[in-house]
């Protein structure tokens, strides 16, 4: 029984061990949390948005807007944390290397929480991988879209 929990996977991280996987600090760490993981296949994370964010004031004034390119990234950071969990890339950074098929089907407004789900479809040489991703709020799809991930030196 002690064996089976020794080698039970971590499957929910809190912001301190997100930012021990990943670089980004305020104001571009847009995950909160990771609320479910499954190694080397996929993560759910969250962003809770709030009106505090930096980027409020100038987008968009009156109308605050969460930026798709921002959904973007925190959608890349979750699936950051799958790669840098790989084995032998613990410490190595992935990079955004394009995007394709994005879709924002609804506002992201302060008070929504974002849930981030990122799945791990092909990883090449250990350099290239590609994903998809889909954020949710209250149930609803808001934003989709396939991402390739590229190594940096």
Do not use: C, W
Request: glycine share 8%.
């Amino acid at each position: 029984m002690e064996q089976d929990l020794a080698q039970k996977t971590q499957t929910i991280f809190s912001i301190t061990e997100i930012q021990e996987l990943l670089p980004h600090r305020y104001p571009f760490a847009l995950v909160d949390r990771i609320i479910d993981y499954t190694e080397g296949q996929k993560a759910t994370g969250i962003k809770n948005v709030t009106i505090n964010e930096p980027f409020f004031p100038g987008h968009i004034p009156n109308k605050p807007i969460m930026p798709g390119v921002l959904q973007l990234e925190a959608m890349a950071q979750v699936g950051g944390v799958i790669l840098t969990l790989l084995p032998g890339m613990k410490g190595k950074f992935f990079a955004y290397a394009g995007v394709d098929k994005a879709r924002f089907r609804r506002p992201v407004i302060p008070g929504d929480q974002l849930i981030m789900t990122v799945e791990l479809l092909s990883f090449k040489r250990n350099r290239i991988a590609k994903m998809q991703g889909k954020g949710l709020v209250d149930g609803q799809l808001a934003v989709e879209a396939e991402m390739l991930f590229s190594l940096l030196d």
